[in-house]
């Protein structure tokens, strides 16, 4: 996922490096979104300075390697204030790993597959509301706890859609075995085709 506005957005606090800006960033959305790679946070930060988002310049250290301090532009000023001017629209279309195995399963004209997938997925989301659930005891900042919050509106969605997969595909016992071996589907509707 790119973050480059996320360390815009960082920068635009005050100059930095590498590693300061890896833990602050770990600290500002909280462990639900998980580490950032250093290796990727400074391939971000190269393209950012070739593209003038960001200036940088080399300090010396007695015993270790120079510390490059990146510093945001007006350029990248004039960048992060656009992508917050801006609607956020949903990435990568409706593409899901789940949904492919819902798939597979339905078409294996098997009714026990279709109810192993929906029962593993529901146990395994069941303890992610767990997991989300500790993780705001903890009491962290308001702007991590949105986050969590997202996140179980997420996983909460994704019961939902284990409770319709259920009725559509397990309600009646030959809906299942009619899907087997079937190689095409109808057309999608406009409004759920992925935009070019």
């Known amino acids: 996922m790119p973050i480059h506005h996320a360390v815009l957005s960082l920068l635009s606090h005050g100059p930095s490096y590498g590693y300061e800006l890896k833990g602050a960033f770990e600290t500002a959305v909280g462990p639900q979104w998980g ?11 190269d393209r950012l300075s070739r593209d003038g988002m ?12 120079d510390r490059v301090v990146y510093e945001i532009t007006d350029a990248g000023r004039g960048e992060l204030r656009r992508w ?6 949903r990435s990568g279309g409706f593409r899901d790993d789940f949904f492919l195995k819902v798939t597979a399963a339905a078409r294996s004209g098997d009714p026990e597959i279709v109810r192993t997938v929906l029962g593993q ?3 395994y989301l069941l303890r992610e509301l767990r997991n989300l659930d500790g993780l705001r005891r903890k009491g962290p900042d308001p702007v991590v706890a949105l986050l969590l919050s997202a996140a179980t509106r997420h996983v909460e969605a994704d019961l939902a859609f284990v409770d319709d997969a259920e009725q559509a595909l397990l ?9 087997a071996g079937v190689r095409r589907a109808d057309p999608l509707p406009d409004e759920l085709r992925r935009p070019a």
């Open 84 to 89: 917050l001017d801006e609607a956020s629209p």
């Open 171 to 179: 309600r009646d016992p030959a809906t299942v075995a009619g899907l």
């Open 35 to 45: 580490p950032l790679n250093i290796g990727h946070l400074y391939q971000i930060l």
């Open 54 to 65: 960001v200036s940088s310049e080399r300090h010396a250290q007695a015993v270790k390697p």
């Open 121 to 123: 997925q529901r146990t």
